[in-house]
């Protein structure tokens, strides 16, 4: 039934670019146990809009560095894999979120600050955790793209609009993905996972942005424990979740399962907020 339900969505949604393969091969080289830069550097510049987006960034003064890079061999050395991965990431997935979702509230602002600010969250807590390369990794791709079933869902809503629009009065009571559910027989993470797969994208991936609005399945791994509590973080700073994005409460299970100690959250969420705020000028 769902098959069926997520089938006739993509067949009428094929405005979705594909991921970069550029990307894709850069990130695959990434997760490799000795990165070889010189690879990475050779499959970059096959894409010489990656490389000017690269060098834009790293010049930035975000990253504060103290002199002009123009190489982007220099560039790779200098930012270490966790940063060349958030910069790869972050800068295709900016291309998803261009447009305003009309069918959720969201500009196009919104929803990129809310995806980048979710990253930001997602890296600290990974790194506190002491997650292996290949764990940050699936954190920063899942946590950046974990609303990216929101794009697809939103052309297609305007086709369901007047029954989303009914169904929010029928059950004021019922949050955004409750009403998704109702009228779509889907969520947007199980949409955006969908997307992924088909893209290509590693399992545990994909599960982490199924899971992100589920609160028993995003207790089934850490990298999807760390994906919907950043989520949460993100939407409780009121940084584009949309329409219901008071109703979010932490649960004590979600912090028991990662041991993570109440008191944390908030220094999570001041990274969260000062980072995106800071970056989302360069991306
Ligand atoms: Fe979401
Ligand atoms: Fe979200």
């Known amino acids: 039934m769902i098959e069926q339900v997520l089938e006739k969505i993509f067949d009428k949604v094929d405005k979705i670019p594909t991921f970069p393969k550029v990307a894709m091969q850069a990130l695959e080289i990434l997760r490799k146990e000795d990165v070889d830069l010189r690879e990475v550097e050779r499959v970059i510049k096959s894409d010489p809009g990656i490389v000017a987006n690269f060098l834009r960034i ?18 790779l050395m200098l930012l270490g894999v966790n940063q060349i991965k958030f910069i790869i ?7 998803y979120f261009e447009k305003n979702l009309i069918g959720y509230g969201l500009s196009s602002e919104d929803i990129w600050l809310h995806s980048l600010g979710c990253g930001f969250i997602a890296e600290e807590i990974a790194l506190d955790a002491g997650f292996s390369i290949n764990k940050i990794d699936a954190v920063y791709v899942a946590s950046v793209l974990h609303d990216i079933g929101k794009i697809v869902l939103d052309l297609y809503t305007k086709l369901e609009l007047n029954k989303f629009i009914e169904t929010f009065e ?22 955006g996972a969908t997307l992924l797969k088909r893209w290509g994208f590693p399992e545990n991936i994909c599960f982490a942005i199924r899971a992100h609005h589920d609160p028993d399945l995003m207790l089934q791994s850490d990298v999807a424990a760390i994906v919907a509590l950043s989520n949460m973080l993100i939407n409780m700073l009121g940084i584009g979740g949309g ?14 399962f990662l041991d993570i100690k109440q008191d944390r959250l908030l220094k999570y969420m001041k990274i969260g907020l000062y980072k995106s705020l800071v970056f989302k000028k360069e991306f």
């Open 58 to 75: 790293v010049n930035s003064p975000a990253f504060g560095l103290p002199q002009k890079v123009d190489s982007l061999f220099k560039a």
């Open 170 to 191: 029928e059950n004021p009571k019922q949050d955004f993905i409750q009403v998704e559910w109702l009228v779509l027989g889907v969520d947007h993470g199980l949409v």
């Open 243 to 256: 329409v219901d994005v008071f109703k979010y409460k932490v649960p004590s299970q979600l912090l028991g």
């Open 89 to 95: 990431v972050a800068s295709v997935a900016k291309n």
